[in-house]
C-alpha cells in the first residue's frame, strides 16, 4: 500500500513501511487520501505512475481505456523504436566482423579499388583504374599487381554479399517488428528474429571464409 504526503516542496508517495519508518507515530506526516484529493493533489495524482491511466468517478479511481490505450500505445512504440536500434547495432558489429572498418570514408575507397580491380580483370580498364592500383601496389610493397587485384576483388565481393544480407536482415526486421500488437507480442518477434539472423550471420561468415584472398 502506498502512502500519500505532502511536502513543502510538494507531493510525494512511499510505500507502508517508509513512512511508518521515517519518524515517530506523532511526528509523521499526515497521509493524504487520494480518493478525496483537493485541485492540487487531484493534479499531481493524474500524471503519477500509479494514476497515470485512471480517472476519479465518485471518489473512485477507475481505469480509463483511452489513457491506458494510449499509454500503452506510447510503450509499445518506445519498444519498437529500441529493437530496431538493436538490430542496427547487430548489423553495424557484423560489418565490422567481416570488413574490419565501417566508416563510410572506408567503405568508398574499398568500392573506388574494387571497380578499378574488377575493370582490370575483365579488360574493360583505363589509365585512372591501373593507377589506383599501381600506387597501392608500389606504397604497400607486400602483393604483385595480381595478388592485390584478386585481393581487392575479394574483399569487394565479400562487401556487397555482407551490405545485402545486412540490408535484407534490417528489412526483415522492421517488416516483423512493425505489426506487433502488444510489447509481449514484440518480445517474441524480436527473438524469432535474432535467431534468424544468428543462422544467416554464421552462413554468411562461414561463405566468406571459403572466399579465396578474403583473409589478406
Known amino acids: 500500500m502506498n502512502i500519500y504526503i505532502k511536502t513543502a516542496s510538494g507531493y510525494m508517495v512511499m510505500t507502508q513501511d517508509d513512512w511508518e519508518a521515517c519518524a515517530p507515530a506523532e511526528k509523521r506526516p499526515e497521509p493524504l487520501d487520494p480518493n478525496k484529493p483537493d485541485i492540487d493533489f487531484l493534479a499531481w495524482l493524474q500524471v503519477s505512475p500509479d494514476f497515470a491511466d485512471k480517472v476519479l468517478v465518485k471518489g ?37 566482423s567481416i570488413l574490419g572498418e565501417t566508416s563510410p570514408a572506408a567503405q568508398a575507397r574499398l ?77 517474441e518477434r524480436v527473438e524469432a528474429i535474432t535467431a534468424q539472423a544468428d543462422a544467416l550471420k554464421s552462413k554468411l561468415l562461414a561463405a566468406l571464409a571459403a572466399v579465396p584472398n578474403f583473409k589478406k
Open 60 to 96: 473512485k479511481w477507475v481505469v480509463d481505456v483511452k489513457k491506458q490505450s494510449e499509454l500503452d500505445a506510447a510503450a509499445l512504440a518506445a519498444a519498437k523504436s529500441a529493437a530496431l536500434a538493436a538490430a542496427v547495432h547487430y548489423a553495424d558489429e557484423l560489418q565490422a
Open 111 to 187: 568500392m573506388g579499388k574494387y571497380t578499378a580491380a574488377v575493370a582490370i580483370k575483365s579488360g574493360a580498364d583505363t589509365a585512372g583504374d591501373h593507377a589506383v592500383i599501381d600506387a597501392e601496389v608500389m606504397l604497400r610493397d607486400k602483393y604483385t599487381k595480381a595478388e592485390l587485384i584478386d585481393v581487392i576483388i575479394a574483399k569487394g565481393t565479400a562487401a556487397k554479399q555482407a551490405e545485402g544480407m545486412i540490408n535484407g536482415m534490417l528489412l526483415l526486421a522492421q517488416d516483423a517488428f512493425e505489426p506487433a500488437q502488444t510489447i509481449e507480442e514484440l518480445g
